[in-house]
């Protein structure tokens, strides 16, 4: 059986029993999410691979309490987010506006189509990092990762209620801020 | 936030039935600021959505696994340091009485008692030893620890009555961490053990130690 068509609960099971080397393939599956969330949290490439790398082993050392009831990846990405406000906690009012360097995989062959892609990734991630960290979490885990209020909920700790009123508020706060850095929103 | 905004959001959300969304929606043909406002919202929206996934580098896996033999290998340092690690050790006779009635408690709880345990090493030097736990809720009680390789499913407890679980092992003079795990999700400190020991992991295990009569 390729290591593709294992579950996850299979690898947990074998790394509880001692294969630790299996854990590399979960690793291997869901390093681009927890990267991607830790970027967008923080928008610092060399923070955001330390909080998913520090997720992993918290992960990793966590599995023996991992009580199944969401997916490993749900409750990973919990992980990389408690990561993500330890980072945010230590360099409180030093967030870092500028410096972002968005290498996203960008599909359009025309180089003019690729640097306007870049520009409005660039755009987008300055906009994330102007929001308040706690409307940041609810936009990433509910635009970014596609999760329903009802998981962030249980992963955040907060009514689904109070969830809502951020996204709300954060999609307003994001709408201003890109149409102030010079997006038409088209 | 108005009431203008709360029904473009609703619609963002997904929220409103079949209804409710199509009375937004006539509301929004008739409202040329309310329609701009949706697009603008839509815009934001579609932008988050085709931000994708970014890569951490094609390192990274094989960064985090050294990361993790690293921390691995620090933690067994400071249990091998802490077992083994030469230290000056000041005493009274108030520490020495205590350090004797330690001793004596560890007699009697490795003290041999009843048939062989589920775990029957060659070692003849091996003890019987029971593990007790007061668990009147659960419906399976196992015990995991260092002995069987902290794999729960190998070594079961029974059911003694009035919500008491026990099974005897087999154990070779040592220290033994150990944990019991309550309808095999829940992992649970022995409360009366002798001694407790910092996994290194943020979690606490029960210690035994068996000695030679």
């Known amino acids: 059986m390729g290591t593709e068509e294992i579950s996850d609960d299979e690898i947990i099971e074998r790394c509880l029993g001692g294969d630790r080397d299996q854990y590399a393939v979960l690793v291997g599956r869901y390093q681009d999410m927890a990267y991607t969330v830790a970027y967008r949290m923080l928008g610092d490439e060399g923070r955001a691979r330390d909080a998913a790398q520090e997720a992993f082993l918290s992960a990793y050392c966590g599995l023996k309490r991992f009580r199944r009831r969401s997916k490993f990846s749900t409750w990973l990405i919990s992980i990389v987010i408690n990561a993500c406000r330890d980072q945010l906690r230590k360099r409180r009012g030093t967030i870092a506006l500028t410096d972002v360097q968005d290498s996203l995989r960008s599909g359009a062959a025309d180089p003019e189509e690729r640097l306007r892609e870049k520009e409005r990734a660039d755009m987008l991630q300055q906009a994330l990092l102007r929001l308040p960290p706690e409307y940041r979490e609810v936009i990433v885990l509910k635009h970014i990762q596609g999760l329903g209020y009802h998981e962030i909920a249980a992963m955040c700790g907060e009514r689904e209620g109070t969830l809502k009123v951020r996204a709300h508020r954060a999609r307003e706060l994001l709408r201003w801020a890109l149409r102030e850095g010079g997006w038409n929103h088209g | ?213």
């Open chain 2, 1 to 213: 936030m108005d009431d203008r905004n709360e029904i473009i959001h609703r619609l963002l959300d997904g929220d409103p039935d079949e209804e409710e969304r199509a009375r937004i929606w006539k509301r929004i043909e008739a409202d040329p600021g309310l329609a701009e406002e949706l697009r603008q919202l839509n815009g934001v929206m579609k932008l988050l959505a085709r931000s994708g996934m970014r890569s951490p580098g094609a390192d990274f896996t094989a960064s985090v696994m050294s990361r993790l033999t690293e921390r691995r290998t620090m933690h067994r340092d400071r249990v091998l340091s802490f077992l083994f690690g030469e230290r000056v050790l000041r005493w009274n006779v108030a520490t020495a009485a205590l350090a004797a009635m330690l001793v004596a408690v560890t007699i009697i709880a490795v003290r041999p008692s009843g048939p062989p345990g589920v775990r029957t090493p060659a070692d003849p030097s091996a003890f019987p030893v029971t593990f007790r736990l007061y668990a009147p809720q659960a419906r399976q009680v196992e015990l995991a620890g260092e002995f069987n390789r902290w794999q729960p499913d190998a070594t079961k407890l029974q059911p003694e009555g009035g919500g008491f679980w026990s099974v005897q092992v087999q154990l070779s003079p040592g220290m033994y961490s150990y944990m019991f795990v309550l309808d095999g999700t829940v992992w649970v400190t022995d409360p009366h053990a002798e001694l407790h020991r910092d996994d290194g992991f943020g979690y606490r295990n029960a210690v035994l130690r068996v000695e030679q009569l």
